[in-house]
């Protein structure tokens, strides 16, 4: 009997110890092993290169950080986004995106909507067990994670409305530390087809969605689903209640004919918040000349992604020769912007403190300083302040 309450009293300890492993260092191996850098810095540029850098404001349009268990407030060597790292790059404005769902097997060319990756992620960060198998819960406990690390730093604001940007950018020429974020949602299958749903993410703060993810929903097709199809009728109320409650429209992922669609239904300007252009590299992901046009035209903002799939090369010029395109087929850059897709399971050349390396490359490559600020923050500061609400 001795022999027997020492094995499995070993085989408990055994347990024990592959489960504390899992949960301390699996999300971190995950996080690391999916949100490479190719150059972690330092990074070095001539002086005069980065006295201009600190005279922008700096926005982005896309991050996933709130996805991962990693304290936002405290500076980290993995992944892309924290807010060390958000000053160390001068970045005044981040938009964090809440993912709740992607398909096993994800790619950019067609994906059911029966399965989910991210449960796994959930459960092995130990997220309360009323997000696994809820999608509407594990947003809001997304932005409950950004909404802690606003009361833990005094330096890190949460920008729900006109005047809270408006009290921002005033009190951050007084503090270039200041920091804000805006949340987002990655796709409406996260209202679970309950209308009523919408009211609680807007009442938790988020102000940019977009109709889908990687795989078709109640809403839309995805750009990289199976129907091809547009806005479903559950998806034009959706589209009416972000116009009427300034919660801005976000058409990245969703099929070209839900662009269209939106097109039709507003008048506000849209937001591409990260991807490419088909010009410079052809996948499904990224918006074609017709769509680019389209977005210029609304007043919008394209938000042009870091990586390897979204620009078809990687590095600083790959970023340029993208957004060089939009330039072109325009006639301006008032409607580039910056989507980097941080910590959004892809490799990236630099973590958000090196942005600077962009900076430098547009420099480089003949941009004026005009269109860089422009690029860096001023457009999509534009879109925030005609679309945002007046007050929370």
């Given at each position: 009997?001795?022999?027997?309450?020492?094995?499995?009293?070993?085989?408990?300890?055994?347990?024990?110890?592959?489960?504390?492993?899992?949960?301390?260092?699996?999300?971190r191996?995950?996080?690391?092993?999916?949100?490479?850098?190719?150059?972690?810095?330092?990074?070095?540029?001539?002086d005069?290169?980065?006295?201009?850098?600190?005279?922008?404001?700096?926005?982005?349009?896309h991050?996933?950080?709130?996805?991962?268990?990693?304290?936002?407030?405290?500076?980290?060597?993995?992944?892309?986004?924290?807010l060390?790292?958000?000053?160390?790059?001068?970045?005044?404005?981040?938009?964090?995106?809440?993912?709740?769902?992607?398909?096993?097997?994800?790619?950019?060319?067609?994906?059911?909507?029966?399965t989910?990756?991210?449960?796994?992620?959930?459960?092995?960060?130990?997220?309360?067990?009323r997000?696994?198998?809820?999608?509407?819960?594990?947003?809001?406990y997304?932005?409950?994670?950004?909404?802690?690390?606003?009361?833990?730093?005094?330096?890190?604001?949460?920008?729900?409305?006109?005047?809270?940007?408006?009290?921002?950018?005033?009190?951050?020429?007084?503090?270039?530390?200041?920091?804000?974020?805006?949340?987002?949602?990655?796709?409406?299958?996260?209202?679970?087809?309950?209308?009523?749903?919408?009211?609680?993410?807007?009442?938790?703060?988020?102000?940019?969605?977009?109709?889908?993810?990687?795989?078709?929903?109640?809403?839309?097709?995805?750009?990289?689903?199976?129907?091809?199809?547009?806005?479903?009728?559950?998806?034009?109320?959706?589209?009416?209640?972000?116009?009427?409650?300034?919660?801005?429209?976000?058409?990245?992922?969703?099929?070209?004919?839900?662009?269209?669609?939106?097109?039709?239904?507003?008048?506000?300007?849209?937001v591409?918040?990260?991807?490419?252009?088909?010009?410079?590299?052809?996948?499904?992901?990224?918006?074609?000349?017709?769509?680019?046009?389209?977005?210029?035209?609304?007043?919008?903002?394209?938000?042009?992604?870091?990586?390897?799939?979204?620009?078809?090369?990687?590095?600083?010029?790959?970023?340029?020769?993208?957004?060089?395109?939009?330039?072109?087929?325009?006639?301006?850059?008032?409607?580039?912007?910056?989507?980097?897709?941080?910590?959004?399971?892809?490799?990236?050349?630099?973590?958000?403190?090196?942005?600077?390396?962009?900076?430098?490359?547009?420099?480089?490559?003949?941009?004026?300083?005009?269109?860089?600020?422009?690029?860096?923050?001023?457009?999509?500061?534009?879109?925030?302040?005609?679309?945002?609400?007046?007050?929370?």
């Open positions: 009997m001795k022999g027997y309450r020492t094995i499995v009293g070993t085989g408990l300890l055994v347990v024990f110890a592959l489960a504390t492993v899992f949960f301390v260092y699996a999300p191996i995950a996080a690391d092993r999916f949100n490479p850098v190719l150059s972690r810095g330092p990074y070095a540029v001539p005069s290169v980065r006295q201009f850098h600190e005279s922008l404001l700096i926005v982005d349009l991050a996933d950080q709130t996805l991962w268990d990693r304290d936002v407030t405290k500076r980290s060597d993995v992944g892309h986004v924290d060390p790292r958000l000053r160390e790059g001068n970045v005044a404005i981040q938009v964090f995106s809440a993912v709740t769902k992607s398909p096993v097997g994800q790619n950019h060319e067609r994906n059911e909507g029966d989910d990756r991210i449960t796994r992620l959930v459960v092995g960060q130990l997220w309360p067990v997000t696994w198998n809820s999608l509407l819960e594990r947003a809001l997304q932005a409950k994670k950004l909404q802690i690390a606003e009361t833990k730093d005094a330096l890190f604001r949460i920008l729900r409305s006109k005047h809270d940007l408006d009290t921002f950018l005033r009190d951050r020429k007084q503090n270039r530390k200041l920091t804000a974020g805006i949340l987002a949602i990655e796709g409406m299958h996260t209202l679970e087809a309950e209308i009523s749903n919408f009211a609680r993410l807007a009442d938790a703060g988020f102000r940019m969605m977009a109709a889908t993810h990687f795989f078709d929903n109640e809403v839309s097709g995805s750009a990289h689903g199976l129907s091809g199809e547009g806005l479903s009728p559950l998806g034009r109320q959706m589209i009416k209640r972000q116009i009427a409650q300034g919660i801005m429209i976000d058409v990245a992922h969703i099929s070209p004919a839900a662009i269209d669609d939106i097109l039709e239904m507003s008048d506000e300007p849209l591409f918040s990260h991807g490419g252009v088909q010009a410079t590299c052809p996948t499904p992901r990224n918006l074609s000349d017709r769509h680019i046009k389209a977005i210029a035209e609304s007043g919008g903002v394209i938000g042009v992604g870091y990586w390897d799939t979204a620009l078809c090369g990687e590095g600083v010029d790959a970023i340029i020769r993208a957004m060089s395109h939009i330039r072109e087929l325009t006639g301006s850059t008032e409607n580039i912007a910056l989507g980097s897709d941080f910590d959004g399971t892809v490799t990236t050349p630099f973590d958000t403190a090196g942005i600077i390396m962009l900076t430098e490359g547009l420099l480089s490559a003949g941009y004026t300083e005009t269109e860089i600020r422009q690029i860096m923050g001023e457009n999509a500061l534009r879109v925030f302040l005609q679309v945002l609400p007046l007050s929370d």
